[in-house]
């Protein structure tokens, strides 16, 4: 791998929870507070690594007990409106993200965020943590968008990169993100300092493994 001459207009897409923000005690607490209301457990907020990737309501119906199924849709409206008032408490950028950031920004790579985070939250997330970094486009779950791993918001914001899928690195931590880059025909890049582990990420198509931010500037 190589540092020089990179490819021009080189577009990465990046996982925002457990790739460039450190969100799991503020997701965990919201949900907790959540199955406390219903007088169920809690669950310890390292649990949650193995519950979250898949968007908000996977994440209620995972962490609801297995007789409680049922109570899904009226919790995830709870979580949705506890989560909404507590979205930046403990959140915040993975050490060397910024940096990692910063130096692709300053190369000329284009860079996006794709989530399955709600779309609102999603964008305030960003504003608040990465006030005044530019990202070509901050795409969350909207009405009519499929949940990653469908490749449809990769493909969307690829566009707006401008880069050509198989010239777009997509970063993240989760087996989701792994197979929503090969689902839209992209280089999937695995990393390790968020909710899951290298086994689970190259079991699921992961091209390369970045084990701290700054290893992104070599990937290639």
């Known amino acids: 791998m190589s540092l020089a001459s990179p490819p021009q207009s080189t577009g990465f897409l990046f996982d925002m929870d457990g790739t460039l923000v450190d969100s799991l005690s503020d997701i965990g ?3 907790n507070v959540v199955l406390a209301s219903y007088g169920f457990p809690e ?28 109570l899904t849709s009226e919790a995830l409206t ?3 409106a506890r989560y909404a008032t507590h979205l930046v408490v403990e959140s915040k950028p993975y050490e060397g993200i910024v940096e990692m950031l910063t130096a ?11 989530t399955n985070k709600p779309h609102d939250a999603a ?17 969350g779950q909207k009405e009519g968008m499929p949940h990653k791993p469908d490749p449809s918001g990769a493909l ?21 993100d792994m197979k929503t880059a090969n689902n839209a025909g992209m280089i999937a890049v695995g990393v390790l300092w968020g909710f899951r582990d290298e086994a ?14 700054l290893d992104l500037l070599a990937v290639r």
């Open 29 to 31: 607490n919201a949900m």
């Open 43 to 70: 669950h310890a907020i390292e649990t949650y690594k193995t519950l979250v990737g898949e968007g908000a309501r996977s994440l209620v119906e995972k962490s609801l007990p297995n007789d409680a199924k049922h």
């Open 78 to 80: 709870r979580y949705k």
């Open 104 to 114: 692709l920004r300053a190369r000329g790579d284009k860079l996006g965020v794709v």
């Open 123 to 139: 964008v305030l997330v960003m504003k608040t943590l990465f006030p005044s970094f530019h990202f070509e486009i901050v795409l």
């Open 156 to 176: 969307l914001a690829a566009k707006a990169l401008g880069t050509q899928p198989s010239e777009t690195f997509f970063v993240g931590d989760t087996d989701t």
């Open 200 to 213: 689970e990420l190259r079991a699921h198509g992961a091209h390369h493994i970045s084990r701290h931010p």
